[in-house]
């Protein structure tokens, strides 16, 4: 039997840094990995996405959706892991919140890496094909992607009608 798991990650930058979790062990993560901010949906958010980043976001983090700006989905991708298709929704935010100091969190390590660092560090797979194709080309349209991931290839095209 094949599951369906929705997950959210939100990438939150901040000029040229963006801050990412060093994630130890989760259902999914089995070993250390650097991932976005997030996790699984709740039961009442399956159909309301931002909810369950905006949520994802405050517990990791502590910031509130009046701490970012640009808050946006940018990603939606689907891949196969032995029993389960994940479906991952990524958003993108910018920070307002000049005081904001990284917490500590218990899901892992908070960490403002320089973007250009970020494609070097072990993330999963398809965080790290998103990234690198919102600093290509997503970053600087207004569109929605849907990603197919399997056995280390990806596929992104817009949802936007184009």
Partial sequence: MIILRNMT?????????VLLLYRIGSRVITSPKWC???????????????????????????LKAEDICDFRLKYVTLSK????????????????????????CNEGRLE????????????????????RHYFETG?????????VVNDGVGRIISIDGD
């Fill in 36 to 62: 976005g901010i997030g996790g699984h949906f709740e039961k009442e958010e399956l159909n309301d996405p931002y909810a369950c980043a905006l949520r994802e976001l405050n517990e990791e983090t502590g």
């Fill in 139 to 147: 970053k600087n349209d207004e569109k929605v992607y849907a990603g």
């Fill in 81 to 104: 892991k032995v029993d389960e298709i994940r479906q991952n929704y990524y958003f993108f935010a910018n920070l307002v919140n000049r005081d904001f100091v990284i917490p500590e």
């Fill in 112 to 131: 403002w890496i320089n973007i250009s660092e970020t494609l070097k560090l072990d993330l999963p797979f398809s965080a790290k094909y998103c990234f």
């Fill in 9 to 17: 990650s939100v990438f939150v930058l901040d000029d040229d840094k």
